[in-house]
């Protein structure tokens, strides 16, 4: 059980285009999705936190236009780059936290490379 | 804010020895706590929990104690294997659910 999945699980685009990214909770319900960012060799970015109905909250220094989330159901959440450029570049990890209350731990989906040429 | 302090890698190890990965943290309150591990071009698998103080979390052969004394939760296996090679992320949740990563620790083990 707890599995999130993720798609694409690499795309290449040019630059200036727009690339969106799905996250799915395959076998329980997520109130509360996870969007992080990961450079090569370092650890995890946590990008914005988004709640199922509800706009995402972004962590500081990330820019809500250029990295949109949307969560439009409690086992879906996406995140769209916006007008991709080859600092974008990079592997983006959704995470998934269960509907219960009781359970604090977030399920990791295998990641999207992202490489914007 | 939280934040990790993890053992510095790289960990090179040769197959059946003892694994150490150290891990401290400042947080607010009292958070759960959880080592993650992350496989080459893979995301994040949990590999295991502590939710209150003196809990033991296990899995695989990995164990981790929730220190509250000490802010501690070190990472240990008895021996190690070639397929343990991984990044192992030490995190603390906050109220939010929102989870702090340390810097990650690489470990790698030869035969």
């Known amino acids: 059980g707890a599995v999130v999945s993720q798609h694409p699980s690499w795309v290449i685009c040019k630059s200036g285009t727009s690339v969106k990214i799905e996250c799915r909770s395959l076998?329980?319900?997520?109130?509360?999705m996870f969007w992080y960012r990961q450079f090569p060799k370092q650890s995890l970015m946590l990008m914005a936190t988004s709640n199922e109905g509800s706009k995402a909250t972004y962590e500081q220094g990330v820019e809500k236009d250029k990295f949109l989330i949307n969560h439009a159901s409690l086992t879906l959440s996406t995140l769209t780059v916006t007008s991709a450029h080859p600092e974008d570049s990079s592997f983006y990890i959704c995470?998934?936290?269960?509907?219960?209350?009781?359970?604090?731990?977030?399920?990791f989906g295998p990641g999207t490379r992202l490489l914007v040429l | 804010g939280d934040s990790v302090t993890q053992m510095e890698g790289p960990v090179t190890l040769s197959e059946e020895a003892f694994l150490t990965i150290n891990c401290t943290y400042t947080a607010t309150g009292y958070p759960s706590l959880f080592w993650y591990v992350q496989y080459p071009g893979e995301g994040l698998q949990l590999l295991l929990k502590a939710t209150k103080a003196d809990d033991k979390g296990s899995n695989k052969g990995f164990e981790a104690t929730y220190r509250k004394e000490t802010t501690s939760f070190h990472l240990e296996k008895g021996s190690v294997q070639v397929s343990d090679s991984a990044v192992y992320f030490c995190a603390p949740s906050t109220s939010y659910g929102k989870l702090t990563f340390g810097q990650g620790t690489i470990l790698t083990v030869h035969p």
């Open positions: 995470s998934a936290r269960a509907l219960s209350q009781a359970e604090e731990t977030q399920y």
């Open positions: 076998d329980f319900q997520a109130t509360t």
